[in-house]
């Protein structure tokens, strides 16, 4: 049962963080329409479920009125709603509280605020811990979002590790992660893979939503194009077994989507996301419909 809808209001951002699974940046372009905001609460009507919305990026406070107004129509629809936000905008604490009050007086139920040494590198006087302080000030829901640079964990052997992952950080190793963090890593065989560790592919609580239309079950990986059906129609028909990546992926994790597709491969991989991103992006020219964008995957 869905009950979550993220907007991916934008993928710009004025930062570029190495950690960033959907390669955001100051050169990703676009955004949602108000009237295409609009389309799509009236979808969420139809769906029934759902019960949070939260708006994030990229960088939403780029549109700090779209996100207003996107908050303002899920609060008189009935959802709760959440940001995530790198707090760029919180250049002091007195400053955080213009933007943030406007948004604690539309009902604003979760601030999360990206708050580590990939965004700012001095901890204590950070936008970040500006825009925590204004929060709490201003009696609002938040909690920072903590990602460390991923690190093997102590003893272990960096050429061949079995069983369960054993990175440190809690980065995920799609997107631009995979370029950029993944050097010094421990890897191990594509083989062993066998399942997806985080997304519950055949029953997603919740998806991401960006302005190209494409619906995220995970990052990159589409149910399908809410621009060319309906979002509702396909949230109720989607069948992970019917999806030509979600069938291998629910049924034998990444390693059984190299298997299905012949895709060539590496020996090895850090995790099982690094196998399926880009046994993916291999995939693109295939599945265009559901592996979308082509900046997700650097192309
Ligand atoms: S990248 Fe693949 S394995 Fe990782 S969470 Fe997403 S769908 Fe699952």
């Known amino acids: 049962m869905l009950t979550g809808i993220h907007f991916l209001l934008s993928y710009k951002c004025d930062l570029e963080c190495d950690h960033c699974f959907v390669y955001s940046g100051p050169q990703a372009a676009g955004t949602f329409t108000l009237h295409q905001l609009k389309k799509i609460f009236n979808e969420l009507d139809k769906i029934g479920t759902i019960e949070w919305v939260y708006f994030e990026g990229g960088e939403p406070f780029l549109f700090y009125p779209l996100m207003c107004e996107g908050i303002k129509i899920a609060r008189d629809m009935g959802f709760k709603t959440g940001i995530v936000t790198n707090a760029y905008w919180a250049t002091s604490q007195e400053d955080a509280e213009l933007w943030l009050k406007p948004l604690r007086d539309l009902g604003l139920s979760d601030v ?28 609002m829901p938040c909690g920072p979002i903590c990602i460390d640079k991923p690190t093997a964990e102590e003893g272990v052997d960096k050429e061949r590790v079995k069983g369960k992952p054993v990175i440190r950080g809690g980065a995920m190793f799609r997107g631009r992660a995979v370029e950029k963090l993944i050097e010094s890593l421990p890897r191990r065989p594509w083989q062993e893979f066998t399942e997806c560790p985080y997304e519950d592919l055949r029953n997603p609580k919740r998806v991401h939503l960006d302005a190209y239309g494409n619906i995220h079950i995970c990052q990159g ?24 990546i979600c069938e291998p992926l629910v049924n034998g994790g990444p390693a059984r989507l190299v298997r299905e597709y012949n895709v060539p491969h590496e020996d090895e991989y850090v995790d099982a996301c ?8 291999a995939l693109i020219d295939r599945f265009p419909q559901y592996l979308a964008p082509r900046a997700i995957y650097g192309l």
């Open 274 to 281: 690094h196998l399926c991103y880009l046994t993916r992006r």
């Open 221 to 244: 990986l589409s149910m399908g194009n809410m621009w060319d059906t309906p979002l509702s129609e396909i949230v109720k028909h989607y069948d992970a077994d019917s999806h030509p």
């Open 112 to 139: 999360s605020i990206s708050d580590d040494a990939f965004h700012y590198e001095d901890k204590e006087a950070s936008p970040a811990k500006h825009a925590l302080t204004a929060a709490i000030k201003l009696g």
